[in-house]
């Protein structure tokens, strides 16, 4: 892992030579803060004239199934892209079963380097997404958690895109109710999961609507290609993007963080950055779940 992230390091190095320097742009109304300033997030107000939480839920307010939860359920396909197997794990929002005609957005996660699939579990996304359904804060929608089995890998020699592409969202749109629209689909990833949300994303925008990158480290192979990708991208079907990374996270990912993020900065697209207080650890992300999904599900 040390040799992933000193070479790193030294590509992000050589491209920043050659382009001017990350630019820490804050999100819209909030102040520029300092690389190494402790930030936390600003508590969310509720606006008024929101609905009800009865009306938001519409025919889920009040039943019964609400307490209960939602449901995780674990999957394996035969991947042709992979040659072997995809196992992913899939949350089902409360109230799935029992109403039959309604379809949901549906988020894809992907864990981090070493992990797998039942990382976001661990950390807490089922539940914290049951208690947001559950107040009527955010609508239900389902998310799926595929493993990607080959940790050090690059894209070139690891096809985990293709399998989500080409069998993973085909499968998923078949087999569950799901919104499958580009609109009401998300991907977001932890540290290695960052690298591959980010990859999917700007490769298949017209896949995703919305991307998520939680510490990310840019894939090595893709940092020379992400101008190019950007540029590529129509204004329409750019994705809403955010960012995050801890101020006492490793210097190479830190450093990755900040070049992309100065990359949106010199293009002048609108994201969300955040540089909060804490390092590349599961500690740093399980306090911040309920922060990323609230962001996810904005729009649906």
């Not at 102040?31 to 930030?39: D, W």
């Not at 039959?100 to 992907?110: C, F, K, S």
């Not at 590349?280 to 922060?291: P, V």
Request: with cysteine; net charge negative.
């Amino acid at each position: 892992m040390e040799k992933y992230y000193a070479a790193l390091l030294i590509i992000i190095s050589n491209l920043a030579a050659c382009s001017p320097a990350p630019v820490l742009q804050a999100t819209a109304g909030s102040p520029i803060k300092h690389p190494l300033e402790t930030t936390r997030p600003t508590p969310a107000t509720t606006p008024s004239g929101l609905p009800t939480k009865e009306a938001s839920l519409g025919p889920l307010a009040n039943e019964p199934c609400l307490v209960a939860g939602g449901r995780i359920e674990q999957h394996t396909l035969d991947s042709a892209s992979l040659e072997g197997e995809l196992t992913f794990r899939v949350y089902t929002p409360p109230c799935y079963q029992r109403h039959a005609d309604e379809h949901y957005p549906v988020l894809y996660l992907i864990h981090g380097q070493t992990y797998n699939d039942d990382q976001w579990d661990r950390l807490g996304a089922d539940e914290v997404a049951d208690e947001l359904i559950a107040s009527g804060d955010k609508p239900p929608f389902l998310i799926i958690m595929p493993a990607d089995a080959s940790h050090y890998t690059q894209p070139a020699t690891n096809n985990f895109d293709e399998a989500v592409v080409d069998e993973l969202i085909p499968w998923v749109d078949e087999t569950y109710r799901t919104l499958a629209d580009r609109e009401h689909r998300a991907v977001g990833g932890l540290s290695r999961g960052a690298s591959w949300a980010i990859h999917l994303a700007l490769t298949h925008p017209e896949l995703f609507a919305a991307l998520g990158g939680h510490s990310p480290p840019i894939f090595q192979e893709d940092a020379s290609r992400l101008r190019g990708w950007l540029d590529a991208i129509p204004a329409a079907m750019m994705p809403r993007v955010w960012l995050d990374v801890g101020n006492r996270d490793q210097r190479a990912i830190l450093d990755s963080a900040m070049w992309f993020e100065g990359l949106l900065n010199e293009r002048d697209l609108t994201h969300e950055w955040h540089l909060l207080n804490g390092d590349h650890s599961e500690e740093y992300w399980s306090g911040r779940i309920e922060l990323y999904l609230r962001w996810y599900a904005q729009n649906w």
